[in-house]
């Protein structure tokens, strides 16, 4: 009966599971530095580890079609829940102890690799349970959810710990945080359980292991089969290669002592400007970017897509070269830029959609793509810590502007496999 009132109206579980597919990404991502950095643990340290940690968000293709082997995708979402819920409350656990940064860093692997596959289900439970039309549908609360825990951790958490912090002292407000973290999700994980649609019947009879992955290879070796493959995987790369280099730095920059270049700016400061007024601008140029692509074509959109995606980084070079102290033009800069990240992030998104995945094999394509994706984030994160160290916040932001020229050239000569709908209007 539940499962019939949950196919009726997706509402019931698509704003929820998408929010709690973003947060354990979020929380790695962009939180866990803020909290490393208030124990003393240097930038460059900061930003390897937390960059490493997303690396299974990448690798997450190579192991789904192991899970098409046992189990309902339900099964695997409500897991990978339970267990994100847990391993953010043993962290919260470990902060305490004298030498926590190893164990937290061993925690939160167990945590990237339960949020990537949980992201792996999720998606085949939306793509199983709704048809094509209510897929496009929900596709708005998908996107908007899974942004509002971008809102939640960067803003509302954020916020909150330097809140707590005033009152508690640095260790118990994020020993808090986290154990809030753990709560949320184990919540979801036990509502998840009793409203999410299976996703499809409970898998009982497969091929060997051996088969499984045979099948695997071929679904790989085709991708790299594809005419412009290299120049496509060269371009999703170097598309959010500025992006990659900064993401860590920025909210570290905003922390920052003045003395050190940054913006001295206090953590309820950073959730306000960073994690509330950035991501709300985020939603609205994603919106006002899709509609810019109906009315160009992608193919004409492309590369002002490009230049809008990455000249707006150029404000937090300005940010460091004038450390201004006017809360409106730091607020302003900052939505700006995620304004821009915003419009033009959705050109990537088509294009892997549209030119890289089509074929028989689409789903499995989208996926390597925006894996590719997402590994362009974070190689670049992996070394940007030790590139800030070295030459501070200010030349930082400006070598950054100049590690965008191959996205440009790029995007400039990038060829299209499959004709853009819009030439033919």
Known sequence: MEQAQTKKSPLWWVPSAYFAMGLPLILINLVAPLMFNDFGISDAQVAFWTSLLILPWSLKPFWSPLMEMYKTKKFFVVTTQLVSGISLAIIAMALPLPNFFPYVVAIMTVLAFSGATHDIALDGVYITELDKTQQAQFVGWQGAFYNLAKVTAMGGLVYLAGVLEN???????????????????????????????????EAKQHGTMGETMRETWGVIVQFFQKKYIWIYIAWIVFYRFTEGLVIKIVPLFLKADTAVQGLGLTKDEIGLYYGTFGVVAFIVGSILGGYFISWRGLKKAIFPLCCIFNIPFVVYAMLALYQPESAFLVCGAIVFEYFSYGFGFVGLTLFIMQQVAPGKHQMAHYAFGSALANLGVMLPGMISGVISDAIGYEKFFLWALVSAIPAFVLTWFLPFTYPDPQENK
């Open 167 to 201: 009152k508690l002292g640095v260790l118990y407000a994020w020993v808090i945080i986290m154990l809030l973290c753990g709560l949320l999700l184990t919540v979801l994980g036990l509502y998840h359980w009793r409203v999410l649609p299976t996703g499809g019947a």
